[in-house]
Each structure stands twice: as structure tokens, then as C-alpha cells.
């Protein structure tokens, strides 16, 4: 079985552009979560989506949006970049919820200019 | 507010000693304990999950115990090896949440 993919891998933006991350969870799995990784947060719970639903979210500011696919496929949407935004998103995906195992992604990482 | 605390950022430990990594919570509700390890450039992979309803989960050289009463949760990893130098993670869920720690770095000295 495939694992969960992210793209692109590595980003560069400006301060005030937006920016489209995209992850495809492993076949099968339904729920489909987005976490910040900065070196002094750790990792930073975004939301969570189900069957194309926000199930769940954490405490971002509305910049951040996301959205998932009937296919399960998930994307997260960052506008307005602030250099604070700077960060390693990671995606995880599990079958049912982001509570119990998740599978992560490898991660995009944003450098904001 | 930190609800799921590893107090410390680092840990140092001997090849072949054992090594134990800690975690403590706040939220009382939580009910599902879980430790992640992340390498460089990789996303973190599940090691090992405990419920709140047992206090030991092995499996292999990995254990996590779990102590309600302290909300606190450890992690040991006997004998370390080298391929065990990492970011460690753990992690407290409930129904409606799941918290992670900031991180524990791992180096097992040759």
C-alpha cells in the first residue's frame, strides 16, 4: 500500500502571498489531518477532515483553511503568509480518526521571504 | 496552556542501556496515549499506543506505562540502539482532541 504523499515538498513564498499544500492519504482512509511543526511548538494540531467534512480544528488563525475531496485527497490553504508561517505542514491520514494510529506524510516545507 | 508536556527536550543515552522518555498531561479526560518517532525530513511514524484503561502496553524492545493517578506516561526502549536516534513524540487524545508534545530529540552514543 502506498503511504501518504504531500506536494510539493519544499516551498518558497513571499510575505502576503498564498500558498495550496496538497496531501493524498493512504487508499482507504477517510479522515485526513493537517499539523504545524515549528522547532519550538512541536507539533500544532490544524484540523481534521472527514468524508469531505471539518470534523475538528485547532486554534490557527482563519488564513488557514483547508478542504477534502470525494476521493479523500486533502488540501490546506495558507493566504496572507506571514514570516510566522514558516513551517514544516505535515499531513497524516488514518481510516476512521485522528484520534487512535495515524500515518504521516514526509511534509512540505515553507520558508516565507 | 500545555495539556501534554515532555519536559525535556533532549536525552543522551549509552548503546545498549535503556533509554526512558516522559511525558506528563493535564486533562484528565484524555483516554488514548500514543508515541510517535519522527526522523530528519521524514513525517513521524506510530511507535506504540497505551488506553487509559492499562498501565503497560510492550511491544518488543518498546514500553510505554501509563500512571493515571500522576497523568503521566513514559516511554522505555531497552536495549537502544543506534537506529533509535530521534524525535520522540507523545501524544494524548479524547473524543474530540488530540494533543502533542513538543518533542523529546534521542541520541544514543556509540
New interface residues.
Given amino acids: 500500500k502506498a503511504g501518504?504523499t504531500q506536494t510539493p515538498r519544499y516551498l518558497i513564498k513571499t510575505r502576503g502571498q498564498q500558498v495550496t499544500l496538497s496531501c493524498s492519504p493512504i487508499s482507504g482512509h477517510r479522515s485526513v489531518?493537517w499539523?504545524q511543526q515549528t522547532p519550538?511548538?512541536?507539533?500544532?494540531?490544524l484540523f481534521e477532515y472527514f468524508s469531505e467534512t471539518q470534523r475538528?480544528k485547532g486554534n490557527f488563525p482563519g488564513r488557514f483553511s483547508g478542504r477534502q475531496f470525494s476521493n479523500s485527497r486533502s488540501e490546506m490553504n495558507v493566504s496572507t503568509l506571514e514570516l510566522g508561517d514558516s513551517a514544516l505542514y505535515?499531513c497524516?491520514s488514518s481510516p476512521y480518526s485522528?484520534?487512535?494510529?495515524?500515518?504521516?506524510?514526509?511534509?512540505t516545507r515553507l520558508t516565507v521571504l | 496552556d500545555q495539556q501534554v508536556k515532555q519536559n525535556s527536550p533532549s536525552l543522551s543515552v549509552q548503546e545498549g542501556r535503556i533509554s526512558i522518555l516522559n511525558c506528563d498531561y493535564t486533562n484528565s479526560m484524555f483516554d488514548y496515549f500514543l508515541w510517535y518517532k519522527k526522523y530528519p525530513a521524514e513525517g513521524p511514524t506510530f511507535l506504540i499506543s497505551i488506553s487509559s484503561i492499562k498501565d503497560k502496553n510492550e511491544d518488543g524492545r518498546f514500553t510505554v506505562f501509563l500512571n493515571k493517578s500522576a497523568k503521566h506516561l513514559s516511554l522505555h526502549i531497552v536495549p537502544s540502539q543506534p537506529g533509535d536516534s530521534a524525535v520522540y513524540f507523545c501524544a494524548a487524545s479524547a473524543d474530540d482532541k488530540i494533543i502533542f508534545g513538543k518533542g523529546t530529540r534521542l541520541h544514543i552514543l556509540p
Fill in positions: 501518504v489531518s499539523y519550538g511548538q512541536g507539533l500544532q494540531f475538528n505535515l497524516a485522528s484520534y487512535n494510529e495515524q500515518f504521516f506524510g514526509p511534509g
